[in-house]
């Protein structure tokens, strides 16, 4: 058997073994996902009216609000989830699975790749739930077309590889995996100051840096400008190029402390 048969073989069997975990324990993926609904529901029906009033020059209606916020709640959703690869990573690093892996006759980076395919189909899955709670509520994307519907899923796919990544690398950096959960925060505080919610240029003007600059805020206007029909100038060149160096450098740290001699 050739080595590249052999990597897919040994990550398939990983990605099949993190899989079958989600199912049989569900709850972590339950309570990251609850994050976005809610706080979709909350800024809907209950700031909806008054967040509304910094959009479109203060016309905007709840309907239009609706359809501003979904996009940065679906790049929420991918931030809040891989928080799940973060401590999956981190528990089997606690429990030895990991030095037990490298001692037998399997592939390397199989366990690292069934760790980041698995959050990434998990993401994307979780995306689906909360787009299908959005259009419940009344989001419509207009104006989109086919290919813009498929440079979205894309981005989509993209952004949660990068962000997992990272994820891995925060859950391999932590000592336990209350640490590494902790350490992983973060992905899900930066949308919360980004342009998901309101426009980046009616917040402060020491903050706006903070907001634009930043890799929620270019994926989410891309994302909000492919699916709205709305121009996205140079976001996407920008968020996929925020894209690439997180993955790069999530995968160069992750594979790093994965090769670093056990102490």
């Not at 809907?44 to 979904?70: L, N």
């Not at 991918?78 to 030895?96: C, L, P, Q, R």
């Not at 600059?213 to 989410?220: G, R, S």
């Amino acid at each position: 058997m050739s080595s590249l048969s052999l990597a897919v073989r040994h990550s398939h069997t990983m990605l099949r073994r993190n899989l079958l975990h989600v199912r049989r324990y569900p709850s972590m993926t339950l309570n990251l996902l609850l994050t976005p609904i809610m706080l979709l529901l909350l800024f809907v029906y209950i700031f909806g009216d008054v967040m509304s009033a910094g959009i479109g020059g203060g016309g905007a209606d709840r309907s239009e609000y609706i359809a501003y916020i979904v996009p940065g709640l679906l790049m929420m959703t991918i931030g809040s989830t891989v928080i799940g690869a973060a401590v999956s990573i981190s528990t089997d690093m606690a429990e030895g699975l990991i030095a037990r892996f490298r001692t037998m006759a399997v592939y390397r980076g199989s366990v690292i790749i069934g760790h980041v395919v698995g959050s990434v189909v998990q993401s994307i899955a979780s995306v689906v739930l909360v787009g299908a709670v959005a259009v419940g509520i009344g989001f419509r994307s207009t104006g989109a077309t086919p290919l813009e519907w498929l440079a979205a899923f894309g981005l989509l796919v993209l952004f949660s590889l990068a962000l997992t990544w990272i994820a891995v690398g925060l859950g391999m950096a932590g000592p336990n995996p209350e640490a590494a959960g902790n350490m992983a925060m973060p992905l899900i505080l930066l949308p919360l100051i980004s342009s998901a919610f309101i426009p980046a240029d009616t917040m402060p003007g020491w903050f706006q840096p903070i907001a634009e600059y930043q890799p929620f805020t270019p994926a989410i206007e891309t994302l909000r400008g492919l699916l709205l029909g709305t121009g996205i100038g140079d976001n996407w060149w920008i968020a996929v190029a925020w894209c690439v160096g997180l993955t790069v450098l999530g995968y160069r740290w992750s594979m790093a402390q994965f090769n670093r001699d056990p102490k």
